[in-house]
């Protein structure tokens, strides 16, 4: 089963009613199925909060967890068994722990970079005891000043991920001749492209926001209505605006092009030949994936067993092999698979870097100018 990567930055307001209606996805196998996990469609998965400390709730991307291999060596190791939970969305995690009012049942979660400046400033994280995680030397010291959590003080970095373009190399080249080089390639060649946009207003208007020469958060209403104008120019070469729905078509060539995240398309690169993942010159928007500990969380010394034993070098390496995602564990840079290690895109060089954006926290008011232009976008409405 594929999970979602992610579905980008939506204004908590209406994560409660994702909540409502999104159930919590079991791990397919990823994880060790509890005694009362529910399938997708039924009812919400409750956790205990009184639990044994030999047992380690995790609730995060199942991306995070799909190594067996990984899994049993924790609990070979520490004697505690890991029974996870996977959401898709990062609002539909952060709706269960607010309703919760902290006592979820989780002693791990993986937020995202944002999401952990959300829930910091909902009081809904515990600060990590840094006398318990001596691997954090393993990470590189880069990544534990990041904004959204200066010092990591709530959270451990632990993924690397951008947004860019996934392309067929075949259609590309019999159609148009040259492959892409960055984001403008998709307005100067709109006549003849097949393309998906992600279904995620902040990821593209702010990419439309970027090559205008604006912030990925920006808040002025006439920016971001200059880069839904922008935006309207590529409609006709659009084919379907959806986050997952686009390996197929783009494997077979009936899609050329499609904006998508990093771990999907370099997934798909490494086993079709036929498809690469640009990182566009002019920039793009970069994020991490963290791990933290949810306030109320009942294991705290096993949360604190877990997250250590992920920043091994050995282990963080496995992980980026499974999901296909950038480490900021320096060691493990070394470990990972000459293949993976190969793919340039993998992670941004310095100059993209310097080019590119991090999304971040916008205010409500301002989510809504964001929701409404891409609303008009998405029906056509103008």
């Not at 999104?22 to 997708?40: D, M, N, V």
């Not at 019999?174 to 003849?192: F, N, Q, R, T």
């Not at 946009?197 to 926001?209: C, F, K, Q, T, Y």
Request: hydrophobic share 40%.
């Amino acid at each position: 089963m594929h999970i979602s990567r992610r579905k980008f930055l939506r204004q908590t307001a209406y994560a409660a009613s994702a909540m409502a209606s999104a159930s919590t996805l079991a791990a397919c196998g990823i994880f060790e199925k509890g005694p009362q996990e529910t399938e997708a469609g039924e009812e919400d998965v409750k956790r205990p909060v009184t639990q044994d400390k030999r047992t380690l709730y995790i609730y995060g991307w199942a991306t995070y967890i799909n190594n067996q291999e990984v899994l049993e060596e924790f609990t070979k190791e520490t004697g505690i068994k890991v029974v996870g939970d996977a959401y898709d969305s990062n609002e539909v995690m952060l709706a269960k722990l607010e309703a919760s009012g902290g006592r979820s049942g989780y002693s791990v979660i993986y937020p995202s970079d944002y999401m952990v400046t959300q829930m910091r400033d909902l009081k809904l994280l515990a600060p990590l005891n840094k006398k318990l995680l001596p691997n954090i030397k393993n990470i590189a010291p880069n990544y534990l000043e990041l904004p959204h959590d200066r010092g990591s003080i709530f959270s451990i970095p632990v993924s690397l991920g951008t947004t860019g373009i996934a392309y067929n190399v075949e259609a590309v080249k019999s159609v148009i001749g040259e492959e892409p080089m960055d984001w403008s390639y998709l307005w100067e060649h709109k006549e003849k492209l097949r393309i998906t946009l992600v279904n995620d207003p902040r990821e593209v208007i702010g990419m439309a926001l970027h090559i205008l020469g604006h912030s990925y958060n920006t808040k002025e209403t006439e920016k971001i209505e200059q880069a839904f104008q922008k935006l309207k120019e590529l409609m006709p070469a659009i084919a379907n605006f959806t986050t997952d729905a686009w390996r197929d078509p783009l494997a077979s060539g009936d899609l050329m092009m499609c904006m998508a995240f990093s771990g999907d398309a370099i997934s798909l690169a490494r086993q079709d030949p036929n498809i690469k993942y640009l990182l566009p010159n002019n920039g793009t928007s970069i994020w991490t994936d963290t791990m933290a500990i949810p306030r109320g969380a009942s294991n705290i010394e096993g949360a604190h067993e877990w997250i250590n034993y992920v920043m091994r070098p050995e282990v963080a390496a496995k992980i980026s092999d499974a999901n296909s995602f950038g480490t900021t564990n320096k060691l493990a840079k070394t470990m990972i698979p000459d293949d993976l290690k190969a793919i340039k895109a993998l992670e941004p060089s310095e100059a993209i870097t310097a080019r590119s954006d991090r999304i971040a926290k916008l205010d409500p008011e301002v989510l809504q100018i964001y929701e409404g232009f891409w609303t008009r976008l998405t029906t056509g409405l103008g």
